[in-house]
Structure formats: structure tokens, C-alpha cells
């Protein structure tokens, strides 16, 4: 198995994720509420193909920002975002790494882990907790989302994404079971369509995800010492005691 869980999706991730960051960008916006970027930068741990950071920039216009990723398929797609807007060039350093490994500035001014958090053990999440807890500033946002299911069970293929680029109609669906205690095996099947229907290409891919539901990351993070709360779409927005 390749060890970067993108190699395969990565070319149709963005695509993929458009729709679900219209839908996110008001909850994010506003658990972004506070952030303190004169502080220190604002970190997005799972950056992806940097739609999160891109809203970061654009709420926050002066913030630096650090987009930690260890996918190298994600991190060309951010960097060919990042390449073509020198604004964003400017404010925006890419860290190729997992956020468990990956070395953070001492002060920051906001934390935003969206979409991401179940590619973390549990282990290494509690861990996380306490890193970004000891660097965010005063009144400063750890933004995080909890996605279904919150618990390992089945779940049949079922078909979460479709969109058309020229001729063609992109088709993302996914299958998952159970795969050890807490954790899941998603199985994702990317197809590309002709104007007809007509299968054109057809890719699969594999990866573990810890289940954690919103109740169970707020319950983590009050140990861990800071104040959780979830809001819409299951983002949770925390800041320190
Ligand atoms: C579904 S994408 C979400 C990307 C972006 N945050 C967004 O919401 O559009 C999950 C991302 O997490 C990254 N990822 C996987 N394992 C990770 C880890 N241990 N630490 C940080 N990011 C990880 C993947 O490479 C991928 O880019």
C-alpha cells in the first residue's frame, strides 16, 4: 500500500470538495471568530489542496499562514493554488508533514484541522490537543469537524459527490467497513464518465480513518484544557482555559 492515502484521489479531491467547503465556510468563518494572527501564524493542519487556507486567508487578510500536509499529490495541488496568487504566495509556507510530526511555531494565532482528524489515532490526537494547546494564543481558535460515522459499522457504497468538467462527469462513491477497534476502512471509487455515461477511467482507493464523533473531541479537548463547543456541521471550536 502506498503510504501517502491521496496518491490515487488526490487528482479529484479539489474537484470533490468544492461544494462541501460552500458549506462549510460560514460555520468555519465563524469559528474563526477570535483568532489572533498578530500573534502568530495560523496553522491548518491537512491543508489538502489549501481550500481551507484559502478561507483562512480571506477572513483573516493579515494572517500568515502555515499549511502543514504529507501528501506530495495534495501539497502540488496547493502549491499550484498558492503559485498563482501572489498574495497569497506571500502569506501562505507549506510544511510537508503529518500534523503529528510536524514542527509548529512556538506562539500561534488559530489552529483549523477540518476533514482531517480521523487520519489520527486516538494516541496522536490527544497529543495534538496538547500541542496546539500549549502554542494557541489568548482567545485564539482550534477549529476541528467530526465527520460520520461516529462509530465503525458498515456502510454499503453509496455515491457523495458529482460534478462535470467539460464533456465529462466526475463521480466520487465510497464504501466503508469496520477495521479494527474505533477505526474504518473507507473504500473510495473515482469514476470519470463521457457525455454519455460511458465509463472513461475508473480509480480506486483505500484508507483507515479513526470514527470520533463531536461529543467525544469536545470531551478531549476539556481534558486536554481548553473550552469546546460544537456548532453547525459538527465544527468544534475550541480556545484555552
Ligand atoms: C479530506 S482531505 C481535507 C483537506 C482540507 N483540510 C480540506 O478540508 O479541504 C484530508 C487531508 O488530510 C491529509 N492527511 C492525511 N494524514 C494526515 C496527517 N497525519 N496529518 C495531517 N494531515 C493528514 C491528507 O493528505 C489530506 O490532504
Given at each position: 500500500m502506498n503510504s501517502d492515502d491521496y496518491h490515487e484521489s488526490g487528482e479529484f479531491l479539489d474537484l470533490f470538495s468544492l461544494d462541501a467547503w460552500q458549506a462549510l465556510r460560514d460555520p468555519v468563518r465563524a469559528a474563526l471568530?477570535?483568532?489572533a494572527p498578530q500573534a502568530g501564524s495560523i496553522v491548518d493542519l491537512g491543508?489538502?489542496?489549501g481550500l481551507s487556507s484559502l478561507l483562512i486567508a480571506e477572513v483573516l487578510p493579515d494572517a500568515r499562514i502555515v499549511a502543514v500536509e504529507p501528501s506530495a499529490v495534495q501539497r502540488a495541488a496547493l502549491l499550484c493554488r498558492l503559485g498563482a496568487d501572489p498574495g497569497l504566495r506571500e502569506r501562505v509556507t507549506v510544511v510537508a508533514a503529518g500534523a503529528q510530526d510536524a514542527p509548529l511555531p512556538?506562539?500561534?494565532?488559530g489552529a483549523l484541522a477540518m476533514n482531517?482528524?480521523?487520519?489520527?489515532a486516538p494516541d496522536a490526537r490527544r497529543e495534538l490537543w496538547g500541542r496546539l494547546r500549549d502554542r494557541l494564543a489568548d482567545g485564539a481558535p482550534l477549529v476541528v469537524n467530526a465527520q460520520p460515522p461516529a462509530v465503525p459499522m458498515e456502510i454499503p457504497e453509496a455515491e457523495f459527490v458529482r460534478v462535470r468538467v467539460g464533456t465529462h462527469t466526475y463521480v466520487g462513491s465510497g464504501a466503508a467497513e469496520p477495521d479494527g477497534p474505533g477505526a474504518l476502512r473507507w473504500r473510495m471509487r473515482y469514476r470519470v464518465l463521457d457525455h454519455?455515461?460511458?465509463?472513461?477511467r475508473e480509480v480506486t482507493a483505500a484508507y483507515r480513518w479513526f470514527v470520533v464523533s463531536p461529543e467525544a473531541i469536545v470531551a478531549e479537548l476539556t481534558e486536554a484544557g481548553l473550552h469546546a463547543v460544537t456548532g453547525p456541521l459538527d465544527v468544534v471550536r475550541a480556545v484555552v482555559r
Open positions: 471568530e477570535g483568532a491543508a489538502g489542496s512556538d506562539r500561534i494565532g482531517m482528524i480521523g487520519h489520527l454519455s455515461d460511458q465509463l472513461v
